[in-house]
């Protein structure tokens, strides 16, 4: 049986699940820059430390072999990956903990959504972009100056 590393929302403990993902990536990222500066100081990845002359000797190879605006074993465009999954995480904690400390009192009405729209996706958002566009920019289909959309 395969196991799902998905953490949904109405989780009662997707904060938790959700803050030690966070705390993962916070030390990997630290990690790595740790790692990118000892490479500038020294020119190597070996005698880093916490780091074994194999890992330290597959990072060096992949400065060498790769491109050459890669000068470091860790490239910018990926502490910026990290940086913005980071974000996305505390932003997705937010969002969690406000809508699980959210109470139901008496006289209030929650709905029950189905399973299948309780996430928002990109395509949710191309969608309502491409419905926007086909609509015209002031809500007329076709264009008065006669180019066509």
């Known amino acids: ?73 860790y490239p910018s465009y990926v502490l910026s990956g990290n940086t913005a999954e980071m974000r996305r995480l505390r932003q997705r904690i937010e969002e969690v903990s406000r809508t699980q400390s959210t109470e139901y009192g008496a006289g209030t009405f929650r709905a029950a959504v189905p399973k299948q729209t309780r996430r928002i996706t990109a395509c949710g958002c191309i969608l309502m972009k491409s419905l926007r566009r086909s609509s015209g920019a002031h809500g007329n289909a076709t264009a008065s100056s006669g180019h066509r959309p």
Not at 19 to 24: R, Y
Not at 27 to 42: D, G, L, P, S, V
């Open 1 to 73: 049986m395969m196991q799902s590393h998905v953490i949904r929302s109405d989780d009662p403990q997707a904060v938790e699940k959700l803050q030690a993902k966070l705390d993962k990536l916070i030390a990997m990222h630290a990690r790595m820059k740790e790692i990118n500066a000892y490479f500038r100081k020294h020119a190597t990845s070996l005698g880093c430390p916490g780091l074994s002359d194999a890992e330290a000797a597959k990072l060096d190879r992949r400065v060498q072999e790769g491109y050459s605006w890669e000068k470091q074993p």
